[in-house]
């Protein structure tokens, strides 16, 4: 099958989901732009599509289905895409990399069993279930903080042991720093594990990282490739400047308390004139107050 990060390149970024103001409904016009956008300005090497950052939570499954559509459309076959397969649900979670494979996505991320909060074994046969299902490349998304439960090395070695297309996670490297060292002794030679975590990327790298899944890339893409394009050619100091410029951009995402980092992702956005509207309800939109710590952040790394 090859490895999955050479593929998916260095830079995966994690689509926002435009939605337009008052009723909240999709706006697929603007997902199609927001795909040319990031595409064409070199900032990412590949998409996901209908992630949790893509607000998959708010959204309904033709939702998605739809915008499967409407970005594999828009990207016109420029960079390699992953169908988000995320839901409570493992049978709606199975569904979505079924129709992910149909519509010709170049891989799948399923993300761990949510809410529920399973045992090991119940967060084995979750993904179990999702690579049966489908003959795409499988990557996991392990994030604790919101799924409840860590996907524990022994597991991922299960899983990675017992399935040929499970050769790839995203691991939310903040809820535990070094634990992409623990993911790499018990993987093959060829598994690939993505950074989830903006603000935690040389770590990963680091640690044989073949990059990270940020969001943040929509904003500051270019940075982001020259930060891990230094730490690779043997620059660390200069990979470690431009971290300490993006760091607090990125630690600002999480201002007031705010857990979920969607609505001032979103705010510094639409600040940079792409159109992605506000958050879904539940998230609240970003304050005025915090609109301008963003803007305060992008002006000072030169983005406005």
């Not at 597991?155 to 903040?174: C, M, P, Q, S, Y």
């Not at 990270?212 to 930060?227: F, T």
């Not at 970003?286 to 710590?293: C, G, K, L, S």
């Amino acid at each position: 099958m090859g490895k999955l990060g050479d593929k998916l390149g260095h830079i995966v970024i994690p689509l926002a989901t435009p939605f337009w103001e008052g009723a909240q409904d999709v706006n697929y016009e603007a997902a199609a732009r927001l795909t040319d956008h990031v595409i064409g300005a070199g900032k990412c090497d590949s998409l996901i599509v209908a992630g949790t950052s893509g607000e998959f939570n708010a959204m309904s499954l033709d939702e998605r289905l739809e915008l499967f559509r409407v970005v594999k459309d828009a990207a016109d076959g420029r960079v390699p895409l992953v169908a988000g397969a995320c839901s409570d649900s493992t049978r709606e979670v199975v569904r979505l990399a079924q129709e992910g494979e149909k519509l010709g996505f170049d891989a799948v991320m399923a993300l761990g069993p949510c809410y529920c909060r399973p045992t090991q074994e119940g967060g084995y046969r979750h993904f179990a279930e999702v690579a049966k299902a489908t003959a795409l490349p499988v990557m996991l998304y392990n994030i604790p903080i919101f799924m409840g439960f860590n996907l524990e090395k022994e597991t991922l070695g299960r899983l990675a042991a017992d399935f040929d297309n499970i050769v790839a996670i995203k691991d939310e490297a903040g809820i535990n720093p070094t634990q992409m060292s623990d993911y790499n002794h018990v993987t093959p030679d060829d598994f690939t594990i993505y950074n989830g975590d903006d603000i935690m990327v040389l770590c990963g790298l680091a640690q044989g990282a073949a990059g990270v899944v940020s969001g943040g890339s929509i904003i500051i893409g270019k940075l982001m490739r020259r930060m891990i394009d230094a730490f690779l050619a043997g620059d660390v100091a200069g990979a470690r400047n431009i971290h300490m410029d993006l760091d607090p951009l990125f630690k600002a995402f999480g201002s007031n308390g705010r857990l979920n980092p969607i609505p001032l992702w979103k705010a510094a956005i639409n600040l940079c004139g792409l159109e992605v509207g506000p958050p879904r309800l539940p998230l609240a939109p970003a304050t005025p107050d915090e609109v301008n710590i963003m803007r305060s952040h992008l002006t000072r790394l030169g983005i406005l």
